[in-house]
């Protein structure tokens, strides 16, 4: 069950034309850009990451938000912070629906400045502003952290020279301004267990997965990983574990989602399991955190 990847081969075709248009227009936005903000699920700091945009932002100075931080398990996200440290990049725990983070990061902005803003004074630039752009795949909460960032005080401050004029900078601090970019994907996943992981947290959207296969490889997951969740979220007893067993890994989890599925009342006539509102009720579940704080991707896996 460890090996949650080979449970299902997903097909997904993902990769609308709107999301080569914002690579485009982030590749041509990124030489206006002294600072890159980079938003990253807590619970999978590696697939939330999009590695097309590693190499455009390779030689920008960046900072990490560790955002979700409320669904993830704290020490692993604190491994996570100190893996980041070892590498010399910054990285910062953040809840944006609560605003956990807003402040060290703006502090942040202007600490990996500092040098650069000292340079350009000596040069007689005493009013530079700094110039961030956010970046983060969908559905990985880079709307509210960046509501968070800006708040009431927001200003427009307008179109730039260089810039086309649909482009608009925003105003997050005295001399901090930022230009957001929308959520984009990748056209390519080189491991099935990203693009798994993707799809649980909802960053991939359910119209386009077989939600049964996928809540099935994410309840083997947890099964093994997590099963206390899984027994306090279900009240699952120790019968209920003794019934579900098998000698097959599949069976078993198959046995545990029909459990779940009855408990919970998806049932179709007949007496049947209703595979798809049980699917659903188990990635909201763990969506939304009523599972616990689960993290899908260690330090050591890294």
């Given at each position: 069950?460890?090996?949650q990847q080979?449970?299902?081969?997903?097909?997904?075709?993902?990769y609308?034309?709107?999301?080569?248009?914002?690579?485009k227009?982030?590749?041509?936005?990124?030489?206006?850009?002294d600072?890159?903000?980079?938003?990253?699920?807590?619970?999978?700091p590696?697939s939330?990451?999009?590695?097309?945009?590693?190499?455009?932002?390779?030689?920008?100075k960046?900072?990490?938000?560790l955002n979700?931080?409320?669904?993830?398990?704290?020490?692993?996200?604190?491994r996570?912070?100190?893996?980041y440290?070892?590498?010399?990049?910054?990285?910062?725990?953040?809840d944006?629906?609560?605003?956990?983070?807003?402040?060290?990061?703006?502090?942040?902005?202007e600490?990996?400045?500092?040098?650069?803003?000292?340079?350009?004074?000596?040069?007689?630039?005493?009013?530079k502003?700094?110039?961030v752009?956010?970046?983060?795949i969908?559905?990985?909460?880079?709307s509210?952290f960046?509501?968070?960032l800006?708040?009431?005080k927001?200003?427009?401050v307008?179109?730039?020279?260089?810039?086309?004029?649909?482009k608009?900078?925003v105003?997050?601090?005295?001399?901090?301004e930022?230009?957001?970019?929308?959520?984009?994907?990748?056209?390519?996943?080189?491991?099935?267990?990203?693009a798994?992981n993707?799809?649980?947290?909802?960053?991939i959207?359910?119209?386009?997965?077989?939600t049964v296969?996928?809540?099935?490889n994410?309840?083997?997951?947890?099964?093994?990983?997590?099963?206390?969740?899984?027994?306090e979220?279900?009240k699952?007893?120790?019968?209920?574990?003794e019934?579900?067993k098998s000698?097959?890994?599949n069976?078993?989890v198959?046995n545990?989602?029909?459990?779940?599925?009855?408990?919970?009342?998806?049932?179709?006539?007949?007496?049947?399991?209703d595979?798809e509102?049980?699917a659903?009720?188990?990635?909201?579940?763990?969506?939304?955190?009523?599972?616990?704080k689960?993290?899908?991707?260690?330090?050591?896996?890294k």
């Amino acid at each position: 069950m460890n090996n949650q990847q080979n449970k299902v081969k997903t097909n997904i075709n993902w990769y609308p034309g709107h999301m080569l248009k914002t690579k485009k227009q982030i590749i041509e936005d990124i030489k206006l850009i002294d600072v890159v903000i980079e938003i990253l699920d807590a619970r999978i700091p590696i697939s939330s990451r999009n590695p097309d945009m590693q190499k455009i932002i390779a030689n920008k100075k960046r900072i990490v938000i560790l955002n979700k931080s409320d669904l993830a398990e704290e020490k692993e996200t604190n491994r996570w912070v100190e893996y980041y440290r070892k590498n010399g990049i910054k990285a910062i725990i953040a809840d944006s629906n609560l605003g956990k983070g807003i402040k060290e990061t703006l502090k942040q902005i202007e600490n990996i400045m500092e040098e650069d803003m000292q340079k350009a004074a000596s040069k007689g630039r005493i009013k530079k502003n700094i110039r961030v752009m956010i970046l983060g795949i969908p559905n990985v909460g880079k709307s509210s952290f960046i509501n968070r960032l800006c708040n009431k005080k927001t200003t427009i401050v307008g179109n730039r020279p260089g810039v086309t004029k649909q482009k608009q900078w925003v105003r997050i601090a005295n001399n901090i301004e930022l230009l957001d970019t929308p959520g984009v994907l990748w056209p390519k996943f080189e491991d099935e267990k990203v693009a798994l992981n993707l799809s649980y947290t909802g960053s991939i959207k359910d119209e386009v997965l077989q939600t049964v296969e996928i809540a099935f490889n994410l309840l083997a997951y947890l099964y093994n990983n997590y099963k206390s969740n899984l027994i306090e979220r279900y009240k699952l007893t120790e019968d209920d574990i003794e019934t579900i067993k098998s000698d097959d890994e599949n069976e078993e989890v198959y046995n545990l989602m029909n459990l779940i599925g009855k408990k919970r009342g998806a049932i179709v006539s007949g007496g049947n399991v209703d595979e798809e509102k049980t699917a659903s009720i188990i990635l909201n579940d763990f969506r939304s955190g009523k599972l616990g704080k689960i993290t899908l991707e260690k330090v050591y896996e890294k």
